[in-house]
């Protein structure tokens, strides 16, 4: 098992339970944030969110990312106002559902592949960063085409994204493999 930029940046996070308390909340409070950070889209907002999502899980690894995801979902289930539009169960479970519960998947496979290697080279991010945004879009096309039909889902939920989606994932390909060699220098 590899260790995840966040425990080479900060070794306590490996054992410490508060260290690790902390790391989640503050993973969920920059979750939270990225999602007020939006171009207006009907019925899913364009946010910052997926790429901090694939973030944390690629630096978190699959059990403190896992946690920070659920804890989200909890957060917003409770009322707390982390969502990009609206609070509570009833939010959870709208059109946007999927995309949620696709972030979880997505945070947890982003750390397995972390502890895996997979987010030291360029070649290696590219591939997690595209796995992750396949589990954060399939569950949320497939959720949204529950509601509004299978090609509005596509032209509203997954279409209009790529493009965004694509300068995400680059920025990650090059920003990640110089972070951890600056870390290692």
Do not use: C, N
């Amino acid at each position: 098992m590899q260790t995840t930029l966040v425990h080479e940046i900060w070794p306590a996070s490996r054992s410490s339970r508060m260290a690790q308390a902390f790391m989640v909340v503050a993973g969920t409070a920059l979750l939270a944030l990225s999602a007020k950070v939006q171009v207006p889209f009907w019925p899913v907002p364009m946010t910052m969110q997926t790429f901090v999502v694939l973030l944390i899980g690629i630096t978190y690894g699959p059990r403190l990312g896992l946690a920070t995801g659920l804890l989200y979902l909890f957060e917003g289930a409770l009322g707390l106002p982390v969502f990009a539009k609206g609070v509570g169960l009833a939010y959870l479970m709208g059109p946007t559902g999927g995309y949620l519960f696709g972030f979880v998947a997505a945070m947890a496979v982003m750390g397995l592949l972390a502890d895996r290697g997979w987010d030291k080279t360029g070649p290696g991010v590219l591939v997690a960063m595209v796995i992750g945004e396949v589990l954060i879009f399939l569950p949320g096309v497939v959720w949204l085409a529950a509601v509004v039909g299978s090609e509005k889902a596509i032209a509203v939920g997954l279409a209009p994204f790529i493009a965004a989606e694509a300068f995400k994932i680059i920025l990650a390909v090059a920003t990640l493999p110089l972070i951890w060699r600056a870390v290692k220098r």
